[in-house]
């Protein structure tokens, strides 16, 4: 119930902080596919996962507001454990200048939820064990969109992913995401566990 009012809180934050543009602007609501890959940490034994998804976005000015969801499932590899992923995210957009082509940043909060289903054989046709796991962190990246028609747009966008200020006391293995050459970058403690690229499609009206 906690992370469902926060969730409602945040969607509507970021609802207020779009609509004095989409006053003055007429506003546009998107909805479209789009395709992500994902992937953990550099010291992380999976390498780069394809989800599939969507994403619906709000705004036609210097801000946006986008709600996107992707999913993907899969066996691993002695085919006795169905895995599957559900990352939802809400972020901020920010477009510095309005054109054909647009350039953004981005930043909001995601909740990566992992199902477990374990069979008895790699049939599948007895399950076992379930288990199912959430993770809630915050993502910062940026982007680009076309808009080759005032209907349709089409973006890409790189994200860091469970991104995380100062000491951490979890074990999980970090990359930081300040280069070391930067002054303070060391105090500053910035780092994050993972990162994702999507190209997507948005239908406008």
């Known amino acids: 119930m906690a992370r469902a009012s926060f969730l409602g809180v945040l969607i509507a934050a970021l609802l207020a902080a779009s609509a004095p543009v ?24 999976d390498g780069t996962q394809r989800f599939n998804g969507g994403a619906i976005r709000f705004g036609g000015g210097k801000t946006a507001v986008e709600l996107a969801m992707d999913y993907r499932s ?3 590899g002695s085919l006795t454990e169905r895995v599957k992923d559900f990352p939802i995210q809400a972020s901020l ?6 054109s054909g ?4 940043l981005l930043g909001g909060v995601g909740w990566y939820s992992q199902h477990v289903t374990r069979f008895s054989a790699p049939t599948g046709t007895t399950t076992v ?9 915050y993502h910062a990246g940026f982007g680009g969109e076309l808009r080759p028609h005032r209907r349709f747009g089409l973006y ?30 060391e105090r500053l403690k910035l780092a994050h566990q993972g990162s994702m690229f999507t190209w997507g499609a948005t239908f406008y009206f």
Request: no cysteine; hydrophobic share 30%.
């Open 22 to 45: 989409l006053a003055q602007r007429g506003g546009s609501i998107g909805i479209g596919p789009r395709l992500t890959f994902i992937r953990g940490s550099a010291e992380s034994p």
């Open 74 to 76: 899969g066996l691993t």
């Open 93 to 98: 957009l920010f477009f510095p200048v309005r």
């Open 101 to 104: 082509l647009s350039p953004y």
């Open 129 to 137: 064990d379930e288990e199912t796991t959430r993770k809630m962190g």
């Open 156 to 185: 890409g966008d790189y994200r860091y992913t469970m991104i995380r200020f100062g000491d951490d006391d979890e074990t999980t293995t970090s990359s930081s995401l300040i280069p070391g050459w930067i002054p303070g970058a």
